[in-house]
């Protein structure tokens, strides 16, 4: 009996996984992202948003020349939301004007901090914005969600700006944005190109190594920086 419950378990699982395979497969690879990316994007098809609404894993070129990395932007009537998915755990705490906030693990035994999430997916709007003049122009939201292992402990942030929580959130994000009223776009075929060109720039390697060195320049620049500081 129990091997027979094993089995049946096994194909359920099975048909279940393969589903969920196909049904991402309708926005992005399984190889693209982290897996809590993939999780929020199967989220978001699973309680009904259009699978063509969803962009995820876009590079997008700076005006310097090198690329930027959004994990997902989601286009809504009412504009843009840009989606930064962070796969913490611990605690974690920050204010929206720190340049660096502090993940907290083993009882306060280990810290760790990393750069503000809400600025570098202000970053990553402010390269949206460069695209085109109709870019420039539209609302896009701020949108940093965290996975459920993390705890917001002492987190705060304008909500004019932004907003932070989990990733089980963001139904609730999405539908506080749906009650705003309509973006302005002007041509919308020329939003979706961008962004689809944005997303297919993620297939070319040379983008996406180009791209890794340029975070591990910018971040090496960051940690000499703070270190002068303490210095002098």
């Keep these: 009996m129990i091997i027979l419950l094993i089995i049946i378990s096994s194909i359920v699982s099975f048909f279940i996984h393969r589903r969920n395979r196909r049904l991402l497969m309708k926005v992005t690879s399984p190889r693209r992202g982290t897996r809590s990316e993939r999780r929020l994007v199967l989220k978001m098809l699973k309680k ?3 699978p063509e ?3 995820h894993d876009l590079y997008l070129q700076m005006r310097n020349g090198e690329y930027t990395q959004v994990d997902i932007v989601v286009a809504l009537s009412q504009g843009l939301v840009a989606i930064e998915v962070k796969d913490y755990g611990g605690w974690l705490f920050g204010r929206e004007d720190q340049r660096y906030w502090t993940q907290v693990l083993d009882h306060g035994r280990e810290k760790h901090r990393f750069y503000n999430p809400i600025m570098q997916n202000s970053g990553h709007i402010r390269a949206l914005r460069g695209q085109s003049g109709q870019l420039s122009r539209l609302p896009i939201y701020n ?3 965290f996975g459920n292992r993390s705890r917001l402990k002492d987190v705060s942030w304008s909500p004019d700006n932004a907003y932070v929580g989990y990733t089980s959130d963001i139904m609730h994000v999405l539908k506080k944005i749906r009650r705003l009223s309509p973006a302005d776009y002007k041509d919308m075929s020329e939003v979706s190109d961008i962004l689809s060109r944005a997303v297919m720039n993620g297939e ?3 983008i996406v190594s180009g791209h890794i060195d340029y ?3 910018q971040s090496r620049r960051g940690r000499f920086r703070h270190f ?3 210095l002098f």
Aim: aromatic share 16%.
């Design 228 to 230: 002068f500081r303490w």
């Design 143 to 145: 949108v940093v969600l």
């Design 48 to 50: 009904g948003v259009p």
């Design 53 to 55: 609404a969803i962009y």
């Design 215 to 217: 975070v591990r320049r």
């Design 204 to 206: 070319d390697r040379e």
